[in-house]
């Protein structure tokens, strides 16, 4: 990894993290069409500075870790605005910040087994994540009325629901069986 921090990639990661405030204080004065498209750049932001950062080879380590804190905070922050204001049912919310949790603590949790961490997101992961920023846009259209998603936007919950729950129990086999291993390894190691 290329070891100058500041780069193109993080910049715009930092602008997608700087964005995250002004979407919540959007969506507090009802504004739509603005938070909407504030989300929908940031969003689209993600995608850019990961392309920029592999194609100019200017990864970095902060780069990677701000990426991922800025993805959370925009998803997490609009999904409870949302749901504050009654956009996305509570069972929707409760689902997605339960999988987050369980990811987190459990990251945690194999670190202090293991004394490192080495995080792969599956493919699940990374559906739900496409999975959860896309609701969180289609919402954020219907109440800018740059969509009318009526019957369908129940089955969105519905899917973006089940996809959290797979994801957050595939997440748990993984790490379990990491951790299984990494028990095993240790009682098995000569003292």
């Not at 293991?114 to 920023?133: Q, V």
Request: charged share 15%.
């Amino acid at each position: 990894m290329s070891e100058r921090v500041f780069n193109l990639p993080n910049v715009i990661t930092l602008l997608r993290l700087a964005a995250v405030p002004g979407v919540a204080w959007l969506i507090l004065q009802q504004r739509w069409d603005a938070a909407c498209w504030l989300f929908l750049a940031a969003a689209v932001s993600d995608g850019i500075d990961g392309l920029l950062a592999r194609w100019l080879n200017q990864l970095t380590q902060l780069g990677a870790a701000l990426d991922t804190v800025a993805d959370k905070a925009l998803g997490v922050v609009t999904l409870v605005m949302l749901t504050q204001v009654g956009a996305i049912p509570l069972w929707v919310t409760l689902a997605i910040l339960l999988r987050d949790s369980i990811i987190v603590l459990g990251a945690l949790s194999y670190r202090g087994l293991a004394g490192h961490l080495e995080i792969h997101p599956t493919w699940l992961g990374k559906t739900h994540m496409f999975a959860e920023l896309s609701l969180l846009s289609l919402v954020l259209g219907g109440l800018a009325g740059l969509l009318s998603l009526g019957d369908w936007l129940h089955a969105l919950f519905v899917a973006v629901f089940v996809i959290a729950v797979a994801s957050g129990v595939q997440y748990v086999w993984i790490w379990g069986a990491k951790a299984r291993r990494e028990r095993e390894a240790i009682r098995l190691k000569p003292r």
